[in-house]
Structure formats: structure tokens, C-alpha cells
């Protein structure tokens, strides 16, 4: 227990540098970003100026299509290769054959691998036309500049709150502290012996019970069993004891001795219902005019 407010405090501190340094971080992380997310064409134009030329980076970047591609006049030479081989084949197939049938094998093989030479140019063509890698080069602009901008922003502002949280939470932890020690001492200067203090009842349910002790309800029942066994014998009141008899029987069923005195006091009666009521009421009117009819 002793250590309890040093080990809180020494966790609040060591959160609390924690949550700073994360606020750095994601600051410094969104700061970056910005920079770059201003310009971005030209951060990665300069940067690959060594080893791609910058035709072909601006024509990726920006996807002109009034600007012809930097590979479209390799490409046109391959195609027009290709043309003329295929025809050449087709006229050595056409006018050879009948003259060196043993050839024919040659020529075929010669002509699938001019037509899968032409299928593999289309889909080279394909792959280095810039609609489908700018359109990936601007979603990954989208997702990085406004969104990841946006959760840097947010990381940032959620350290910020930890870190007051954390410093609220070491600025007050002291005195609370002492407010809690100050309410421990209070419970130490009240009677162990009291039943109802609550210091007590906090001992006693760490304590394994004990045999030899009686409780406070066993010793009152105790007591009250006693306390029937040997009625006082003196009467407070004088009023008449049927008629304490009458309303005994009337809210307890059995006839109570011992409750002749609260009533001769003349003692307020107890809270019952207004049918309660007028049926004691019209039990005690039909005493009195009982009482009339026979005089003592």
C-alpha cells in the first residue's frame, strides 16, 4: 500500500512521455506528408532524374494524350518486323512446300512463333500505355495526401488528449491520495467495538470467524428471550385491559401483554388503510355502547 501512489505516479509519467513522443511523431509524419502532398509530380520527377528519363516520367505523371507515347516509335518498328516476317513465311509456305515438302515442318514452327511474337507486342503495347498507371499513381495521391493526412491528424490530436489526461491524472493523484489517507485515519479513531462502524466491518470480513465470539443480533435475541421469560410486573396505565385485548386481536390476531403500555400512553396508532380504519372504528363504538348497557 505504501508504494501504491509512487508505482501510479511512475506509470502516469512514463504514459505520459509515451503520449508526447507519439504526438511528435505522428506531427512530424503529417508534416512530411504535406510537403510532399504539395508538389508531388516534382518531389518524384527529381528524384528519379539519375535513372528514368524525364519524357517518360511527365509522360506517366500527367498521361497526356495529346503527347505520343516515348515508346510508340519502338513499338511501330516491331509491329512492321513482324508484318513482313509473317508474309515472307506465308509466301515460303505457299510456293516452297512443293518443292521441298521436307521444309514444312520448319516453315509451321517458323509461323507460330511469329504469331505468339505478335500477341506478346499487343500486350506489351498494353501494359506501357499511361491510363492504367496514372490512374493508380492518383488514387495512391488520394489515399496518402487526404487520408492518411487525415489519420496522422487524428492520431495526433488523440496523444494530445492522452498526454492531458495523464497529466491531470499525476497533478491530482497526490492529493487524492491524501484526502484517502485522511479518510483511513478517520475510520482508525472510531470504536473497534462498534458493530455498525464501518472500519469494523472491513476488519471483520478479512478475519476468519471465530466460535468463542457471539454476534450483536445473538446477543440481542438473547437478551430479548430473557426480557420475555421475566415480564415487568408493573402497569403504567389504567385504562381497562379488554380493551387493549379488543384491538390486540383486531391488527395481531393474539392477545400482546406487553404492548398495554404503548396504548394506556395514549400513543398514536399505526398507518393502516381506510378500511383499517372504519372497521376499528366500528369495533370500538360497539365497546363503548356495550359498555353503556352494563355499568360497572
Not at 466460535?211 to 415480564?231: A, E
Request: proline share 7%; hydrophobic share 40%.
Amino acid at each position: 500500500a505504501p508504494h501504491s501512489p509512487c508505482r501510479m505516479l511512475c506509470c502516469g509519467l512514463l504514459m505520459l512521455v509515451l503520449s508526447w513522443a507519439s504526438m511528435a511523431v505522428d506531427t512530424a509524419a503529417a508534416v512530411g506528408t504535406s510537403d510532399f502532398c504539395v508538389a508531388p509530380d516534382k518531389f518524384i520527377m527529381n528524384q528519379t532524374d539519375d535513372e528514368i528519363s524525364a519524357e517518360v516520367v511527365h509522360y506517366y505523371l500527367y498521361c497526356d494524350q495529346s503527347l505520343s507515347s516515348p515508346f510508340q516509335q519502338a513499338l511501330t518498328v516491331f509491329q512492321r518486323s513482324l508484318t513482313t516476317m509473317q508474309i515472307q513465311i506465308q509466301g515460303l509456305i505457299q510456293y516452297a512446300l512443293p518443292l521441298f515438302p521436307t521444309a514444312e515442318k520448319d516453315l509451321l514452327g517458323v509461323q507460330q512463333l511469329l504469331n505468339s511474337s505478335e500477341t506478346s507486342l499487343h500486350q506489351l503495347t498494353a501494359l506501357l500505355d499511361c491510363r492504367g498507371l496514372h490512374k493508380d499513381y492518383l488514387d495512391g495521391l488520394i489515399g496518402i495526401c487526404y487520408d492518411g493526412v487525415e489519420g496522422l491528424l487524428y492520431l495526433g490530436l488523440f496523444s494530445l488528449l492522452a498526454a492531458a489526461a495523464f497529466s491531470t491524472v499525476i497533478c491530482a493523484a497526490p492529493r487524492a491520495w491524501k484526502q484517502l489517507a485522511g479518510r483511513d485515519r478517520d475510520y482508525d479513531d472510531m470504536d473497534e467495538e462498534d458493530p455498525f462502524n464501518p472500519q469494523a466491518r472491513r476488519i471483520a470480513a478479512h478475519r476468519p470467524p471465530r466460535g468463542q465470539l457471539r454476534s450483536f443480533c445473538s446477543y440481542s435475541s438473547s437478551l430479548g428471550s430473557q426480557s420475555s421469560l421475566h415480564p415487568p410486573a408493573q402497569t403504567v396505565s389504567n385504562a381497562p385491559v379488554s380493551e387493549y385485548m379488543n384491538q390486540a386481536v383486531l391488527f395481531g390476531g393474539n392477545p400482546r401483554y406487553e404492548n398495554v403500555p404503548l396504548i394506556g400512553r395514549g400513543s398514536p396508532p399505526p398507518t393502516y388503510s381506510p378500511s383499517m380504519r372504519a372497521t376499528y372504528l366500528a369495533v370500538t363504538d360497539e365497546h363503548v355502547r356495550h359498555r353503556g348497557d352494563f355499568p360497572a
